[in-house]
């Protein structure tokens, strides 16, 4: 059962800092060496210096990004430019942002959640994770004994008691607000009324959670559980038991995910042209145009081909999606069927060479992914249409995964709004 409980939020104190969106940033994940650069040149106190500080030529095991980011940390907090709550809080979090002509909304709260290992389907994990940004984060963990970074979590809520919940505080003028890079507005506020956060937690305690982004986070939280446990003898409740989570309710109408397309390189050219024989037999294919592919895709529900000399949509045939594993919201998933259907069994690209990265391009971009393969860089891009994103709650409650980049979440959530001591 899911467990969540308030907590006393690190916060910038906004009569030193004055502007929070000087001083907030991307999660760690998604900042570009360029970006980097760009927030910690736009102010002395941007929280980038603690999620992902430079690093220079001189560090060594005493001196480093990590031990950097202790001192920031106790420094800031030292000066007052971070201030801790006087009391626990949940903190009601919301997005507004525009896709297209649209204004959109995601409203959702942040707290501390009870760690989980996998095997208990508590918290679910919906896609796999590499092992290189998990060692950095524990180094970092260890160094700042802290959560600077919330995990994402979705949890199903079709009635909205939580909402309404959420709904009522955010009527209310939000006690911080940032805007980042992007124009997304970040809003952040309290909520500290004993009975209001039990019904939250009353309401959770059945669920379970899938993660939507932040699994190195929370892999990371669990190793560094079991080094706090395996230095004491207590067995008493300590921070480390929880992380820091931001759920949303997966039914509400503004959660958006975008997909991320694969541009396949690196293949024999004999393979390659073999598409054109091997494909019907798991496809119905139609034509389309680069400049129309991608609306044609969504109005199919079809996989998107482009080559220097083919453009296509391929909708699999009723019984192809058979020949995928598991459950029918596996089996439904477009990501799946380009995974099981096409890169294994047309291509050959199978698990082993998936993980040694030496097949695939990843982008968000649709005009990147085609404007690869003209340029020579690709021999041919698959893209795939948004992913419904109740379908990420019901592969991971079936206790599958989906393929690594399946999702992207968007907006990201912001850095800097509220952290969590572990000590």
């Not at 994990?125 to 524990?138: A, G, N, Y």
């Not at 820091?244 to 995910?257: A, G, I, R, S």
Request: hydrophobic letters at 35%; charged letters at 25%.
């Amino acid at each position: 059962m899911a467990e969540i409980k308030p907590f006393r939020g690190i916060r910038y104190n906004q009569a030193a800092i004055g502007d929070l969106s000087k001083v907030v940033c991307p999660p760690y994940d998604v900042i570009s060496p360029q970006d980097r650069a760009y927030y910690h040149s736009l102010h002395p106190n941007n929280f980038v210096r603690l999620v992902l500080g430079e690093e220079r030529e001189t560090d060594d095991e005493l001196e480093n990004r990590f031990t950097r980011a202790r001192h920031y940390l106790e420094d800031w907090l030292a000066k007052g430019i971070l201030k801790q709550d006087p009391v626990p809080a949940i903190y009601v979090y919301q997005q507004e942002f525009n896709l297209g002509d649209d204004r959109r909304t995601i409203r959702g709260f942040i707290c501390a959640v009870r760690l989980h290992e996998y095997a208990e389907s508590v918290i679910l994990p919906h896609e796999d994770t590499l092992s290189k940004p998990k060692s950095e984060l524990i180094q970092l963990i260890r160094a700042v004994r802290a959560n600077l970074d919330s995990v994402y979590g979705l949890y199903g809520d079709e009635q909205g008691k939580v909402d309404a919940i959420l709904e009522q505080v955010s009527q209310t003028p939000p006690e911080a607000y940032a805007i980042d890079k992007d124009g997304v507005l970040h809003k952040l506020w309290l909520l500290t009324d004993p009975k209001a956060i039990s019904t939250i937690a009353d309401h959770l305690e059945p669920c379970r959670i899938a993660i939507a982004d932040g699994h190195h986070r929370y892999e990371t939280a669990l190793a560094y559980r079991q080094e706090c446990k395996s230095k004491t003898t207590e067995t008493n409740e300590h921070p480390c038991d929880y992380t820091l989570m931001t759920l949303v309710n997966v039914h509400q109408k503004d959660l958006t995910v975008f997909p991320t397309h694969r541009v396949v390189k690196n293949i024999p050219d004999e393979i390659v042209k073999k598409l054109d024989i091997d494909l019907p037999d798991y496809f119905d294919i139609e034509p389309s145009s680069a400049d129309s592919l991608v609306q044609d895709m969504r109005s199919r529900r079809a996989i998107g081909m482009f080559t220097c000399e083919t453009v296509v949509t391929l909708r699999p045939k009723p019984e192809s999606r058979a020949l995928i594993p598991g459950s029918p919201a596996s089996q439904a998933l477009e990501l799946n069927v380009l995974h099981k259907l096409i890169l294994e069994r047309v291509l050959g690209i199978n698990q082993e060479k998936l993980r040694n990265q030496d097949h695939i391009y990843y982008t968000r971009d649709a005009d990147e992914a085609m404007e690869l393969v003209r340029k020579g860089h690709g021999q041919v891009a698959f893209l795939l249409n948004n992913i419904d994103v109740r379908s990420v709650l019901e592969i991971a409650t079936a206790g599958e995964r989906m393929p690594q980049k399946a999702t992207y979440f968007y907006p990201k959530l912001i850095s800097g709004l509220v952290a969590r001591i572990l000590y």
